[in-house]
C-alpha cells in the first residue's frame, strides 16, 4: 500500500532483488541469457560477447587441421611462385626442354633472374596437354633444377632481308609478322616434393608437352632437401654426376651455393666439403 502512494519507496524485499540484480557476474548473465533464449537463434548474424569468447578458446585449443593448413600454405606457395614456360621437348627420360613465357603469352613475363642457371623449378606430375585444363597437384610435385639455357632466334645467320623495327612495333607496322625469338631452358629431374619431405629419386612418370613449370619459394627448396626424419639429404648427386651435361660440375657447384643458407653446423660442413671436392674434380683431376 505504501508503494502505490509513495512510488519511490521499496521495501526490503525489493531492495534486496535489485541488489541481487546489480552485483551478479556476466557469467551468470549470459546464463540467464541462455535460459532466456540465445539471439543467435533468431538473429543468425548476431553474437555475443561470450560466443565470442568461445569461439576464440576453441581456436585456440583446437587449431585448424593439416588439411586446412596445407591448402593455406598452398595459397601462401602460389603467391610468392612465378609461372616460367611449358614443356616443349624432351632429351632423355629426365631431361627436358622448355620455353620461357614472352611478353605476347603473360602480362608480366619472368625476367632473367627468374630461371637463372641452377635455379629449382617444380612441376605438377599430371599436367593436362596443352589447351586443357592443368590439374596443378599441390600434395606431390616433380622438382627439377635448370641445367641449361639456349637463345631461340630464327633469324640468327640469316642475310636476307629483315625488319629492322623493334619488335614492340611490329604489331602496328607488320600485324602478321611472328616473333619467333626467345630462350629455352632445360631441366633436368631429380625427384618428388611431398607434403613434408623430399624423395630423390629419378620420377617414372614421362612429364607431357604443355606441362606448366614455375619456380620454388625457398621454404619448398628446403623441405625438399629434408627427409621424413628432418634431416638433410642430397641423394640426387648420382643422377647430376651421371646426366653427362656440359656443365655438371658448375652446377652442383650452383646448387651447393643456394643451400647454404638452410645448412648449419655438420650439415653445412659436408655441404662446403662437397663442394670443394667437385671444384678439385674439375679442375686438377681433369689435367691428370
Not at 590439374?135 to 630464327?154: C, D, F, K, T
Request: hydrophobic share 30%; glycine share 6%.
Amino acid at each position: 500500500t505504501r508503494k502505490k502512494h509513495q512510488p519511490h519507496f521499496k521495501t526490503q524485499a525489493s531492495r534486496e532483488e535489485g541488489s541481487s540484480e546489480e552485483t551478479s557476474t556476466p557469467l551468470q548473465n549470459a546464463n540467464k541469457q541462455e535460459k532466456e533464449g540465445n539471439p543467435e537463434e533468431t538473429f543468425p548474424h548476431f553474437k555475443t560477447q561470450t560466443s565470442r569468447k568461445k569461439e576464440v578458446a576453441r581456436k585456440k585449443h583446437f587449431p585448424t587441421s593439416k588439411r586446412e593448413q596445407a591448402s593455406k600454405q598452398a595459397g601462401r606457395n602460389k603467391k610468392m611462385t612465378m609461372a616460367l614456360g611449358k614443356i616443349v621437348s624432351s632429351e632423355s627420360h629426365l631431361l627436358y626442354h622448355v620455353r620461357i613465357y614472352d611478353a605476347s603469352e603473360r602480362a608480366n613475363p619472368p625476367q632473367a633472374i627468374d630461371f637463372s642457371f641452377g635455379n629449382f623449378v617444380a612441376l605438377a606430375p599430371y599436367s593436362a596437354h596443352s589447351g586443357m585444363a592443368q590439374a596443378q597437384s599441390e600434395e606431390s610435385l616433380v622438382v627439377g633444377v635448370i641445367a641449361n639455357s639456349r637463345l631461340i632466334n630464327p633469324e640468327g645467320g640469316h642475310f636476307g632481308p629483315r625488319l629492322t623495327t623493334p619488335h614492340t612495333d611490329n604489331a602496328i607496322f607488320a600485324p602478321d609478322y611472328l616473333n619467333e625469338v626467345g630462350v629455352s631452358i632445360a631441366i633436368l629431374l631429380l625427384g618428388h616434393l611431398n607434403h613434408d619431405a623430399g624423395d630423390h629419386h629419378a620420377p617414372t612418370q614421362v612429364m607431357p608437352v604443355g606441362t606448366e613449370v614455375r619456380s620454388m619459394t625457398p621454404a619448398e627448396c628446403k623441405t625438399f632437401h629434408h627427409n621424413s626424419s628432418h634431416r638433410f639429404q642430397m641423394r640426387y648427386y648420382p643422377i647430376v654426376a651421371e646426366s653427362n651435361l656440359p656443365f655438371s660440375s658448375a652446377l652442383m657447384q650452383r646448387i651447393c651455393d643456394q643451400l647454404k643458407p638452410i645448412c648449419h653446423g655438420d650439415d653445412a660442413r659436408m655441404l662446403q666439403v662437397l663442394r670443394k671436392n667437385i671444384a678439385w674434380q674439375s679442375t686438377i683431376g681433369q689435367m691428370r
